[in-house]
């Protein structure tokens, strides 16, 4: 890139102000839950909950690829500079990715569709680790959402809700992560998620934007319908899996950004997830 200026740039801070500068605006532009705001970027503490994706990435047991990065370049180039370029493929579902309404509601939101304002908002922590450990099945209830609700009120309507199992402590270990490690088996799952009717209460009652969980599906393992998928795609709520470790985020008063990669009709994709926290 090319300047008029002779004043000197250091490019690290013109990135970091850049997206200083964006993200102020993105959360600017998301409308507050409950009235509440985010916090100041520049006040705020930052979580990454997104695992990295690699060579060990878990994808569904029937997923017949996983996450290839192939090197294109990487060394000194004829005119004497350093050059790197990889390319990726990967299946839509798996690492930390989103679920798109489409992925289980024909007609629904495909990935790129998904409102920019429904993955930017207040998070709804719900802590489950205690009966996640006592249970591998574990679901979600309507009487653990009325205990965080006597705790912290009314979760707030346009809130990502982020279930907190503890699962993420055993990524990348597939056998413990997903409760069976057999390839191109999903019969034998085991591990926690949400109830459908603690689902139809957030979906249909608190109109909340997102779910989202620490393991591998919004559906608890031994699922055989999907029934959570089905509630939440039909309203067009997203669904958020394979968050990485939750256990920084209170209950209430943190924000999320969430924003997958922007692929045309596609029923998921990767995502990065960030947690803005209040000092």
């Known amino acids: 890139m090319r300047r008029s ?35 100041a970027l520049d006040a705020a503490r930052m979580v990454d909950l997104s695992h990295p994706f690699d060579e060990r990435t878990l994808y569904w047991p029937t997923a017949t690829s996983g996450f290839k990065l192939q090197s294109l370049h990487r060394g000194v180039t004829p005119a004497g500079f350093f050059y790197a370029a990889n390319s990726f493929c990967a299946p839509e579902h ?34 489950v680790t205690g009966p996640a450990a ?24 346009g809130a990502i809700v982020l279930l907190r199992t503890g699962w993420a402590a055993r990524w990348p270990d597939a056998k413990r992560y997903f409760g069976d490690d057999t390839p ?10 949400y109830g459908v009717d603690a689902a139809r209460q957030l979906v249909e009652e608190r109109r909340v934007a997102v779910l989202g969980v620490d393991t591998a599906s919004i559906d608890y393992g031994p699922s055989k319908d999907f029934a959570v998928h089905q509630v939440a795609a039909r309203a067009n709520v997203p669904g958020l899996e394979n968050l990485a470790d939750l256990g920084a985020l209170p209950e209430s008063g943190a924000w999320v950004i969430a924003l997958p990669m922007k692929i045309a009709g596609g029923s998921g994709g990767p995502v990065r ?7």
């Open 134 to 157: 006592a249970d591998a099945d574990y679901r979600l209830t309507t009487q653990d959402l009325a205990g965080w609700e006597t705790r912290h009120g009314r979760i707030p309507e």
């Open 5 to 39: 200026s002779s004043a000197a740039v250091v490019p690290g801070a013109v990135a970091a102000g850049a997206v200083a500068l964006a993200t102020a605006g993105l959360l600017a532009a998301a409308p507050p839950a409950k009235g509440s705001r985010p916090p």
């Open 184 to 193: 191109g088996d999903a019969s034998r799952l085991h591990f926690p998620s």
């Open 273 to 279: 997830v960030v947690a803005l926290l209040p000092r």
């Open 94 to 127: 798996g690492g930390t990715h989103l679920d798109a309404p489409v992925h289980f509601a024909d007609g629904r939101q495909t990935l790129d569709q998904v409102p920019i304002e429904r993955l930017i908002a207040p998070a709804a922590v719900i802590d």
